[in-house]
């Protein structure tokens, strides 16, 4: 009982973690421009497409020795997050950029027509049926054939290697925003553009390397959904996306450690409704707690004002 | 909101009777009106004449004249009679949804959650659902006495659907209508998200409370869904799937009935009351407007137009089920309105019946084009080409491309036009002090160390000013 307990957390965790990468991306662009990017789910579903792609492409396989598995995925991953970066930072600029002082149900409307465009690129390039990739990093349990203990616990090398792509990403942006010039420019637009304007800061260059970060994020994300979950599909992006802005509520829009801790907390409800409650539910208890927060708590758990907006 | 109207508009609203006698008023005297309409505006009234015999004798049209040769004669493919009632269904849900967005200015996105409230109350209330349970109530319906289940007719369910998707808008509606903008949006649609999962989901369900006790009980037909349902019938001319091109009629009543009472909605202290708390939440509240009680009748009227199109989806197939209910009926319906015109009721319908009929007509046409071409040209390449599966592909480019170029839709109305050209300065982005008060480092926009932040309320003077 107790073990099975520890073993959902270790699921919700390691899950959590990944949501927490794509909750970024829409807390980073919610903090500065204010627009729910309806799009993102999807450009982390094309980044998982295009780290398919390339794994398939560098012949990355099961049986390799593990240091080669290991540059070829460093390498990946870099590829990954600059593609999905740049068809971020276009998609600001095609769709968002000139409706930057239109209301705001424009760019919201924009943003849901370039998720459907997404959604049938990959529909397009990769067909409607689930993309299988095996698994590369074992699905071993560490702490029984490494450690030799006797326990039913287990964690996988999957588990230790999502944590130890999304760790380091967090750390680095966190360390980005609050301490860097680009990152106190970027807090500087999100509270204030014109102000911002006004002291010289470059408010279009600004949010763009927003949209950048938060593409390369989503891009991240998706080649740990490939080795991770080891699956994709087209329409991946619209539920997943779903949960991961669920999780940016959850731990207060805007507020990137609340995003972090948000995607965490929605991985424990999945993996506790997944084991205890029944599967076909999680979704509507998911969209249950969206609802419980927004309404009873729009600023979420880590919050901030937000009074007049919600 | 007593403000907002003049006495003598109060004293109108007299009760049943009052109604009744001004609506029988109306209808002996339209040749009346139509004699000084064609006198004073001669163009547009005989074009709209032309316009309102053109539908109504469409279908006859269509199954005598066009349906033979439309291969043939025309350069572009008629639709048949199924897509023709979709139309009519989508339009009555883009009226409906329009009141909610075009009117009031509430971003929903679950709207296909109402619809499907509609579909299963049908569902329920004309199939030989409850069967199963030991129930059988048969009720001015053509089907046998004694048959399983609940069998009430199309026009007593019809109003009950929309009631109890009214009802569900008001539930829904309640608690989240203190929200604004897009978070709106979300919390609709999750509750979308959430309706047809309960439809799909509750199959074996063990509930035991007093005297009531299910075992295993199928409340939904999970997801194979409901059917057979009832066709809808009027003295016994059944108006179903199967019947041709008397449900057309039946959608054109519907659509009809919407667009009357849309349009009264519009004109009314009520509609003004909307219009009012979309320009400006603050300024409509400042002038007397209940917010809430306005916003909350916006959601459940546009809400039961959603109940009669499931209505008629579920009894004019005679089956329905939890698939038909996905996001993207949502948004298939919010596409209709921004193509069409947001806020201008025509413009929605001509929306809804331009998107249907690109979705469920032209692309497979130009499907089965392709593969005669090559057929004919002995290129397999042209059979695999399946231009529906491009129709939400289309659909997002025309969102992003109307949003950047005219935001208003085709046909718009002037007042939104306006709207959507200039937004109000406090609406436009990034212009409200959003993460003005926050205290932690972490939070993008907070200057680090500075404990004096102001609340986030505070309007920024100056934006308030510039025109």
Same mark, same amino acid.
């Given at each position: 009982m107790a073990e099975q307990l520890i073993q959902t957390v270790i699921i919700g965790l390691s $899950?959590?973690?990944?949501?927490? @990468?794509?909750?970024?991306?829409?807390?980073?662009?919610?903090?500065?421009?204010?627009?729910? $990017? /309806?799009?993102?789910?999807?450009? /982390?579903?094309?980044?998982?497409?295009?780290? /398919?792609?390339?794994?398939?492409?560098?012949g990355v396989s099961p049986g390799m020795p593990v240091g080669e598995i290991a540059l070829l995925v460093i390498i990946v991953l870099g590829v990954t997050m600059a593609l999905t970066?740049? @068809? $971020?930072?276009?998609?600001? *600029?095609?769709?968002? *950029?000139?409706? *930057?002082?239109?209301? *705001?149900l424009a760019p919201l409307i924009a943003a849901i027509g370039m998720d459907f465009v997404l959604q049938n690129v990959g529909l397009l390039w990769k067909g409607p049926a689930n993309l299988g990739f095996p698994d590369v990093i074992p699905n071993a349990n560490v702490l029984t054939t490494v450690l030799g203990l006797d326990?039913?616990?287990?964690?996988?090398?999957?588990?230790? /290697?999502?944590?130890?792509?999304?760790?380091p990403l967090l750390v680095v942006l966190t360390w980005f925003v609050s301490k860097t010039r680009q990152g106190k420019a970027m807090r500087a637009t999100a509270q204030d553009p014109d102000t911002a304007g006004l002291m010289g800061i470059n408010v279009d260059r600004t949010i763009a390397i927003t949209f950048i970060i938060a593409g390369a994020l989503a891009g991240a994300a998706g080649l740990v959904q490939i080795l991770y979950n080891n699956t994709t599909v087209w329409s991946l992006g619209f539920r997943f996306?779903? $949960?991961?802005?669920t999780s940016a509520v959850l731990g207060g829009i805007g507020n990137l450690k609340g995003a972090v801790l948000g995607g965490i907390v929605l991985g424990l409800i999945n993996a506790f409704s997944d084991r205890y409650l029944a599967a076909q539910w999680t979704n509507a208890i998911v969209f249950g707690v969206l609802i419980a927060i927004l309404v009873f708590r729009p600023t979420g758990i880590l919050g901030q004002q937000l009074a007049d907006r919600a | 909101v007593s403000s907002l109207i003049t006495p003598v508009e109060r004293g109108q609203t007299g009760g049943v009777s009052a109604w009744t006698a001004h609506v029988l008023n109306s209808a002996m005297s339209w040749p009346d009106a139509?004699? !000084? %309409?064609?006198?004073?505006?001669?163009?547009?009234?005989?074009?709209? =004449?032309?316009?309102?015999?053109?539908?109504?004798?469409?279908?006859?049209?269509?199954?005598?004249?066009?349906?033979?040769?439309?291969?043939?004669?025309?350069?572009?493919?008629?639709? &048949? #009679?199924? =897509?023709?009632?979709f139309m009519l269904i989508f339009a009555a849900m883009a009226v409906g949804l329009n009141i909610v967005i075009g009117f009031a200015g509430l971003l929903d996105l679950g709207y296909v959650a109402f619809y499907a409230l509609g579909a299963y109350t049908a569902a329920y209330l004309m199939s030989p659902h409850w069967g199963s349970f030991g129930v059988s109530l048969v009720l001015f319906s053509d089907v046998p006495p004694n048959f399983p289940g609940i069998h009430l007719p199309f026009f007593i369910v019809f109003w009950l659907a929309a009631v109890v998707a009214a009802v569900f808008g008001a539930l829904l509606g309640a608690p989240t209508l203190r929200l604004r903008g897009d978070y709106l949006a979300i919390v609709t649609l999750g509750f979308g998200e959430i309706v047809p999962v309960f439809f799909k989901n509750l199959v074996n369900v063990h509930f035991e409370l007093g005297p009531i006790k299910l075992v295993n009980a199928n409340l939904t037909g999970g997801p194979l869904g409901i059917n057979p349902i009832d066709a809808p019938s009027v003295l016994g001319i059944k108006m179903g799937v199967i019947s041709g091109f008397n449900?057309?009629?039946?959608?054109? %009543?519907?659509?009809?009935?919407?667009?009357?009472?849309?349009?009264? +909605?519009?004109?009314?202290?009520?509609?003004?009351?909307?219009?009012?708390?979309?320009?400006?939440?603050?300024?409509?509240?400042?002038?007397?407007v209940n917010t809430v009680r306005t916003k909350l009748l916006a959601f459940a009227l546009g809400a039961s137009f959603a109940g009669f199109a499931g209505a008629m989806q579920a009894s004019y197939q005679g089956a329905t089920t939890s698939d038909f209910f996905m996001f993207s009926t949502s948004i298939l319906v919010v596409v209709m309105i921004i193509l069409g015109g947001i806020g201008n009721i025509w413009g929605v319908i001509l929306g809804a019946v331009v998107v249907q009929y690109i979705d469920k007509t032209l692309l497979a046409w130009a499907g089965a084009r392709l593969t005669e071409i090559g057929? %004919?040209?002995?290129?397999?390449?042209?059979? &695999?080409?399946?231009?529906?599966?491009? !129709?939400?592909?289309?659909?997002?480019?025309?969102?992003?491309?109307?949003?950047?170029?005219?935001?208003?839709?085709? +046909?718009? !109305?002037?007042?939104?036009?306006?709207?959507?050209?200039? %937004?109000?300065?406090?609406?436009?982005?990034?212009?409200?002090?959003?993460? &003005? &008060? !926050?205290?932690?480092? #972490?939070n993008l926009g907070t200057p680090a160390g500075d404990e004096e932040a102001e609340p986030a309320t505070t309007p920024d003077q100056d934006e308030e000013q510039s025109p």
């Open positions: $899950n959590g973690l990944i949501y927490a @990468l794509v909750a970024l991306g829409y807390t980073l662009v919610y903090g500065i421009i204010e627009l729910i $990017n /309806f799009a993102h789910g999807s450009v /982390f579903m094309l980044g998982s497409m295009i780290a /398919f792609t390339l794994l398939v492409a560098v970066a740049t @068809l $971020n930072v276009a998609i600001e *600029r095609v769709a968002y *950029r000139p409706l *930057r002082n239109a209301p *705001r326990t039913g616990i287990s964690i996988t090398y999957k588990q230790i /290697f999502a944590v130890a792509v999304t760790v996306g779903l $949960n991961a802005f | 139509y004699r !000084s %309409a064609l006198r004073e505006r001669r163009g547009r009234t005989i074009l709209l =004449t032309v316009l309102v015999i053109l539908v109504f004798t469409y279908p006859l049209i269509n199954r005598y004249a066009l349906q033979p040769f439309s291969r043939n004669v025309f350069p572009l493919p008629v639709p &048949d #009679d199924t =897509t023709v009632v449900a057309v009629y039946l959608g054109l %009543a519907i659509v009809l009935l919407c667009v009357v009472i849309a349009r009264n +909605l519009e004109r009314s202290r009520m509609g003004r009351a909307w219009m009012a708390i979309r320009e400006d939440e603050t300024a409509a509240e400042m002038m007397g057929a %004919a040209t002995g290129n397999p390449g042209f059979r &695999d080409i399946n231009p529906s599966q491009f !129709s939400f592909l289309l659909l997002g480019i025309a969102l992003v491309a109307m949003m950047r170029f005219r935001p208003e839709g085709f +046909l718009p !109305s002037r007042q939104r036009a306006a709207e959507m050209h200039t %937004a109000p300065p406090d609406q436009a982005i990034g212009s409200a002090a959003l993460l &003005d &008060d !926050s205290t932690g480092a #972490d």
